[in-house]
C-alpha cells in the first residue's frame, strides 16, 4: 500500500498516513559485499560457524547494512504529483532495535509524522520501521528527514 499525494500542497494533509513496503531477502552475499565496501569485517557478519554459536546463533546484517536499505525498501510508498526534486535532508533518532540474521525478510514501514513549508516547498518527517518477518521487534526505527520541492 502507498501514499498518493495530488500535489506538494496537499502534503500537509497526508499527515498520519500509512504505507508498508515488500518483503526483501537479507542474503550473505549481501552482507559479505557489505563488509567489504565499509571494511567491518566483525567475525558475527563473516563467520557462519563462530556466529552459530555466537550470541544471535547465525551471522547477522550490519545494522548500517539494514538503515542503508531504507531506499530499497521505502521505494514507491509516496508519490506526490507535481514534484520535480525530492531531497533526502537526514535522519533523526536512529535505532537499531533487534538484529537481521542472514535470511530473514525484512521491509520497510512509513507514517508521514510532520509536514512543514521551506522555502520552495516543504519538508516532511517520516517515521520509518525495518520490520523482521515474523520478529517480535523491528529491526531499526528512525525518523527521516525529506524536503519535496515542486
Known amino acids: 500500500m502507498s501514499i498518493v499525494v495530488d500535489s506538494p500542497a496537499a502534503l500537509p494533509d497526508a499527515v ?3 504505507a508498508t513496503g515488500d518483503w526483501f531477502a537479507i542474503s550473505q552475499e549481501r552482507i559479505a559485499a557489505f563488509a567489504d565496501a565499509t571494511e567491518d569485517w566483525q567475525w558475527i557478519h ?3 560457524d563462530r ?3 555466537g550470541p544471535f ?3 547477522i546484517a550490519h545494522g548500517y547494512l539494514t ?3 531504507l531506499p530499497r525498501l521505502t521505494a514507491g510508498l509516496l508519490s506526490v504529483a507535481g514534484t520535480a526534486m525530492v531531497v533526502n535532508y537526514g535522519l533523526d533518532k536512529v535505532r537499531f532495535v533487534s ?3 542472514v535470511g530473514a525478510r525484512v521491509r520497510g514501514g512509513a507514517v508521514i509524522a510532520e509536514v512543514t513549508e521551506v522555502a520552495g516547498g516543504y519538508q516532511f518527517a517520516v517515521d520509518q520501521t525495518i520490520e523482521i518477518e515474523g520478529g517480535g521487534k523491528p529491526a531499526v526505527v528512525a525518523r527521516g528527514l525529506y524536503r519535496f520541492y515542486a
Open 16 to 18: 498520519g498516513s500509512t
Open 46 to 48: 563473516l563467520d557462519a
Open 51 to 53: 556466529a552459530a554459536s
Open 57 to 59: 546463533g547465525a551471522t
Open 67 to 69: 538503515l542503508s536499505l
Open 99 to 101: 538484529p537481521v540474521k
